[in-house]
């Protein structure tokens, strides 16, 4: 698939992005929003016409009507219109309405009967195609994904990074599992792949850290849910913000040009930090762990820290360290103050009593 074409030139042109509502729910919102998307200087407008709700009985979306809206907002800014279909009739009725290019939901993606068929419809379209992440971190489902559409004849092709499903409480709607997407970049380096931090976080106040935390790992764009007033939004009110206050979001990022020959340097950059963001997700979940024990303890008046343990866990991390090569002193310090914050954290909660 090396022929799959970049949707633009990042070093040129910087981030691309794409902004609007979650759904088009009215004339007049799509036209205001489209209005303030064009006035932070953003190119492409998003929103959903046919939405995939977890639940029936929610807002399910206007439907083809909707698409009109779009195309006048398309007319009137000078905006790209992108909009999502997860079947050959969303997409007859898209291409129909000049839509520049659809998005197939992470749902679809997930299903490769459904793909297919979409595929199947899109020979000879001149569109593009972007694919956001299946529900599940599988990267082989996604890069399967992409490859029917590519095997229809489609080259503009982009992969969006939403987040994965998970049954965790995670301080994100969505599991980032980063070095999911940052495999896709390895095995697929010239498609352009862009960040949602409006699916991945769930909430409006992680848009701005995610939107940095994409660009830093090498992403070369975001697509971010907005909306006129967010608190009204028929669906994923709470991941929105107004266009105004996106952009003000947009202008507070970094991002950085990327020499032509540090390509490898970069590759191993961004393994590098989607292995610190696993670490720092793994400790997360110890100290989770950690205080659930903290409060067992506080029920049956344990001591906190009882040293026979530490010093099981201690030789046993110590040994396996040996047996793959890692220094047994660097495994004491780092056991030693994963224990301390441990300890800390127990502390805290035999507190609360
Ligand atoms: C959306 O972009 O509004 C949407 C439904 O996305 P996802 O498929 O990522 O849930
Ligand atoms: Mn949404």
Redesign the pocket.
């Known amino acids: 698939m090396k022929d799959i074409r970049p949707l633009f030139d990042y070093d040129t042109q910087g981030p691309l992005y794409i902004a609007g509502p ?2 088009a729910e009215s004339r007049e919102q799509v036209l205001t929003a489209a209005a303030g998307v064009a006035a932070a200087g953003i190119k492409t407008f ?1 929103a ?1 016409v046919w ?2 709700r977890t639940k029936p009985g929610l807002f399910e979306g206007i439907g083809a009507p909707a698409l009109e809206w779009l195309a006048e907002a398309k007319r009137t800014y000078g905006l790209n219109i992108i909009t ?1 279909v997860a079947t050959p009739d969303h997409l007859e009725a898209a291409l129909k309405a000049g839509i520049d290019g659809v ?7 997930t299903n490769p009967f459904a793909m297919q068929q979409i595929a199947d419809a899109l020979e000879g379209a001149e569109t593009t195609v972007l694919v ?2 299946p529900v599940i971190p599988d990267v082989n489902l996604w890069i399967g994904a992409i490859e029917r559409i590519y095997n229809s004849g489609v080259r503009s092709i982009a992969a ?1 990074h ?2 994965f499903g998970t049954h965790q409480a995670t301080m994100h709607r ?1 599991d980032p599992h980063w070095s999911v997407p940052i495999e896709l970049h390895r095995l697929l380096p010239q498609m352009t792949i862009l960040s ?1 931090p ?2 991945i976080g769930g909430r409006r106040e992680l848009i701005a850290p995610l939107s940095q935390q994409a660009l830093d790992l090498g992403f070369e764009g975001l ?1 971010v ?1 907005c909306h006129p007033e967010p608190d009204t939004a028929l ?2 009110a709470s991941q929105q913000v107004t266009p105004e206050q996106l952009g003000e979001i947009l202008k507070s990022l970094a991002w950085r040009r990327t020499p032509v020959d540090a390509d490898s340097l970069r590759d191993y950059r961004l393994h590098i930090d989607s292995i610190d963001s696993r670490l720092i997700e793994l400790l997360a979940e110890r100290m989770e762990v950690a205080r659930g024990i903290g409060e067992l303890k506080r029920r049956h008046g344990m001591a906190i820290v009882q040293r026979e343990r530490f010093n099981k866990l201690l030789e046993s991390a110590e040994n396996r360290a040996t047996s793959i090569g890692l220094s047994t002193t660097f495994i004491h310090q780092i056991f030693s103050a994963i224990h301390e914050e441990s300890v800390r954290q127990q502390v805290d909660e035999v507190k609360k009593k």
């Open positions: 979650c759904s998003r959903g939405k995939p999502e998005w197939i939901g992470a749902r679809t993606t956001k992440n969006v939403r987040g969505n949602d409006s699916h697509m849910e669906s994923d």
